[in-house]
């Protein structure tokens, strides 16, 4: 979840705005930065630089950037995502800027350039701030990568000239790992060796943003005999925004998940969303038997080519139990690790980069405790001060005297329902909740396709006032009407979806609510129009 806020002479800037997921509460609730501290001391940026479109990075972007209202600067393809998320929650992405790696800009007394970057997204980079006379690299999430399949290695030369550098703010994600993080590269060639030798279907699980990884598994799919299928949203989505960035130019065709049970076992791979044993994610549902084409038997293979992140260990678990019951071979982390490669620099990497960049000082981020102390004694075996290991809420100065905590200001969960339109924080009217008490709220954005209509992201929901509702099962029967009703405008859409709505409603609920159904179209990228078809 992260957001740095960077001030000089009174004039802030925003690096990043993301979001986590709590899978420990219930209904996995998301959780973004808490803006009250700022919004006490008066801070309010003129600008937001993204380092890259992971949702740690981006996904608060779209709930807390109405208060600010400032540009927004990303790379193509995190401004791609951005503006996703903006079409979602109804909000004009005109704020969006793209830059590209290796461009400078500036805000006030700020002069910012961002540097090219491995990491496990394309586009990942570190920004370098000059301000007063001071340098200082926010290197966001890195790893030394000679062999990414997408995009270029970092280059050192680059990052030698930078040298010498006041402070480093560093991702200390992987800072106890002693070695190397590994290369997409031998993830790749370890993949291809496995998937040969596997028989019956094979299920492979990443996060749908590292398309290095998707783009490996496609090939090694082509070269021994087999077709894949994407399942999942995300995983559908990140393709799509990609292939319109040419990204996925030599991705083998896609077999639509309607179309699986046409091919035999031999000749399928599917690319899946839910490594983190999400409950809603492709994972899942097949792990439960709930997936509409797809039955996994016992002796077909799922591969998780992903690391639990901490905190999701118990949702994994019983996951891979359920999948063991089917009677599924299971590849993970800890029987394969070759068949992953983390995003984040290991030891011999940060070793690597602070002699590139000379930093007087460094302070270490992105990370917990043991990860930032980790992180610290590094900085110290190479003769780098590192005072600090900063928590959430911190607010420190940095000059000639170095890096001072001035004040720690608490920060209490800022909680936003996934699934729910939520008052943007800060746009809250006192109030409204009441007015609301018995009635359904249902925002959809929309986008036509060949044969009707197709939701695009995730669903606007408010149902926190009426009697419960299955909201799987209703997003499930939702597309299903969507994709039927052969509506040319939207006011024809909603005439045609409403009553349907209020029947269904009436069936699967105890207590029929006042329905409020808003019906948008969203601004959509061509490749994911077509692609969003292709797949439903
Ligand atoms: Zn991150
Ligand atoms: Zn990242």
Known sequence: MNL???????????????????????NSPLQVPNLDTPKALGIIPKALFITHGHEDHI??????????????????LAAGLLRLKFAEHGLSSAAIQVIEPGEALESGPFTLRYLALTHSIPESCAILMMAGGYRVLHTGDWKLDPEPLIGTPMSAAQFRALAPLDLVVGDSTNAPMPGHSGSEGDVARALAKTLASCQGRVVISCFASNLARVLAIGRAAQQCGRRISLMGRSMERMVSVARGLGYMDDLPPLVPNHDLGYLPPDEVVIIATGSQG?????????????????????????????????????????????????????????????????????????????QWVKPKYLMPVHGEARHQQAHQAIAQQLGISAPLTPVNGDLI??????????????QPPCIVSQNSVVPHPGLEVSGANKAR????????????????????GRLMLDASGTSPLDEDSFSDWLDEQLDEIAAETLADLRQALQPRLIRWLADHMQHLPEVHLQIMAAEMPEALTLDSAAHR
């Open 4 to 26: 740095t806020l960077y001030g000089y002479d009174e004039h802030w800037i925003a690096v990043d705005c993301g979001m986590m997921i709590r899978q420990d509460l219930p």
């Open 59 to 76: 996904g608060a972007v779209a709930w807390l950037w109405p208060t600010w209202n400032c540009p927004i600067y990303a790379t193509p």
């Open 278 to 354: 999400e409950p809603r994610a492709a994972l899942q549902r097949l792990a439960q038997g709930r997936h509409p084409f797809v039955d996994l038997q016992p002796g077909d293979n799922v591969i998780f080519s992903a690391k639990a992140i901490p905190g999701n260990e118990r949702p994994i678990e019983q996951l891979k139990k359920r999948l063991s019951q089917l009677g599924v071979r299971l590849f993970d982390e800890v029987n394969h690790p070759e068949l992953h490669a983390t995003g984040h620099p290991a030891q011999e990497e940060l070793i690597k980069l602070y």
């Open 397 to 410: 100065s940095f000059d000639n005297h170095g890096l001072h905590c001035e004040m720690r200001y608490p």
């Open 437 to 456: 008490r018995g009635s359904l709220y249902l925002a959809l954005p929309v986008t036509a396709t060949d044969t009707g209509w197709a939701r695009i």
